[in-house]
């Protein structure tokens, strides 16, 4: 009897150190939901998700996948997809007829005109050497300076450009401190047509006004002071700025002048721009809205569309997205308005979509910002020594979205759409978890 009291103690001591070994032993996690469900950071939020293999109908997870977001600049995707259909391999810049001693210049919102980020700039020199008196063709573009659904007040923002069929030096002005104690403005020429300028002892950043080019600037500011300001433009603007920049190349012109809308002649010649991807990759890379919104409207003249952006959109949508698993809201190229709605099952679509139509996994994975590498994504995935996610990011307030490829561990490759709308914790801790979850499926799947 007493051995088996003995034996029975034992086992019960057993059976607690077992118990006490289970309860401090860390929770591990198996599967992705096990992730997604159980984050304390996603729970209190929308969050939708959708992964899956390339090229099948494997769904590895879901979540909220046929349920609609804000997809912020992740709608850059479905004006990357629109162009890749509606553009060739080089950018259309300019149409153009020659009448005798007059060159007739039909804009076709080419992004890349004089923009700072590129050194092809093919039409300004086909301009600058014709030897003709420039007549520019107004009124091609017929919507409004912003997109719809745009936050009015942001209008003094680097990230909020004027719409406008002749584009010149991104739309904007840099301002920095020259060092001396003074701001300085690029371009310089640019410059020449900003109004007024006055100090105030209150602001710390430049203030634009809403309607014309008149700044107030702060009396005091940082020596590493930088802040790029969108410069108001009208035809007046632009023909004064193109007209400029000729004389400043030391050519003699006769007159640069501006004329009323009249239709492209059917014996207009094109001349073309940048490569397409160079454009694509400032988009996608560096989540650039104005190119965004200027390459819609470079659709629409290419493709002798009325040059507005709803226009384009609206041809898109029926011939491109029509078979896209839910309808989608889409309202302008660079995903700027609220108003845009998306599902995570549509933009794995699209995704599939753009790595068909691209057709070469190197070609593409160098367009998208990649993970430890380059773009919007250079800071997140850098634990390894390759990047294994190449994707979109999609910001704004309360809404933070990542749509893209992703190379798992085994080799095998991924759509996935990763939404996250409407948190009230920070941006920094939603990325991470994000972050955290993708580098998971990496390495475990």
């Known amino acids: 009897m007493k051995r088996i009291f003995i034996a029975n103690i034992i086992t019960s001591l057993f059976f607690l150190a077992s118990c006490a070994v289970q309860k401090v032993k860390p929770v591990a996690y198996q599967n992705i939901a096990d992730l997604v469900n159980n984050s304390a950071v996603l729970n209190q939020h929308h969050v939708g998700f959708l992964l899956k293999e390339i090229g099948t109908e494997k769904v590895l997870f879901q979540k909220n996948s046929a349920k609609y977001f804000i997809p912020a600049s992740n709608t850059k995707l479905l004006t990357f997809y629109t162009a890749l259909n509606m553009l060739g391999d080089s950018v259309p810049s300019i149409e153009y007829a020659i009448r005798k001693d007059s060159l007739f210049i039909w804009p076709m919102a080419d992004a890349s005109f004089l923009h700072p980020a590129f050194k092809n700039h093919q039409a300004f020199d086909f301009i600058k050497n014709s030897g003709k008196n420039v007549y520019l063709i107004n009124g091609r573009y017929k919507g409004e300076k912003f997109g719809k659904g745009w936050g009015w ?66 009396a005091k500011f940082s020596p590493d002071f930088k802040q790029t300001i969108p410069l108001r433009v009208d035809k007046s603007t632009i023909t004064n700025l193109l007209s400029d920049t000729l004389l400043a190349t030391g050519l003699v012109l006769k007159q640069v002048e501006t004329l009323p809308w009249r239709k492209v002649p059917i014996n207009a010649k094109t001349i073309y721009g940048v490569k397409a991807d160079s454009l694509y990759k400032q988009m996608l ?22 040059m507005r952006t709803d226009s384009v959109i609206s041809v898109a949508n029926k011939n491109l997205f029509a078979q896209l698993p839910d309808k989608i ?117």
């Open 153 to 218: 007040d942001d209008y003094n923002d680097y990230y909020q450009t004027e719409l406008s069929a002749f584009p010149m030096y991104g739309n904007v002005i840099n301002i920095n401190n020259n060092g001396s104690g003074k701001l300085a403005y690029y371009p310089d020429l640019a410059s020449m047509y900003l109004g007024d300028i006055s100090v105030s002892q209150n602001l710390k950043t430049v203030k634009r006004d809403l309607d014309n080019n008149n700044l107030t600037v702060p």
């Open 285 to 306: 890379q560096q989540s650039d809205n104005f190119i965004a919104e200027e390459i819609l409207l470079n659709c629409a003249a290419a493709n002798h569309l009325v």
């Open 329 to 445: 809201q889409w309202l302008d190229g660079s995903g700027l308005s609220r108003q845009n709605l998306i599902t995570p099952r549509d933009l794995t679509t699209v995704l599939q979509k753009i790595y068909d139509k691209v057709g070469n996994e190197n070609r593409l994975f160098s367009l998208f910002p990649a993970g430890g590498n380059s773009g919007t994504l250079k800071n997140m995935f850098v634990s390894t020594d390759k990047p294994f996610v190449f994707a979109k990011t999609g910001t704004m307030s309360n809404n933070y979205n990542l749509s893209g490829y992703l190379i798992g561990a085994s080799g095998k490759k991924y759509l996935f759409s990763f939404m996250n709308n409407h948190y009230v914790s920070t941006p920094q801790a939603v990325k991470a978890e994000v972050e955290r979850i993708l580098t998971f499926i990496h390495d475990n799947y």
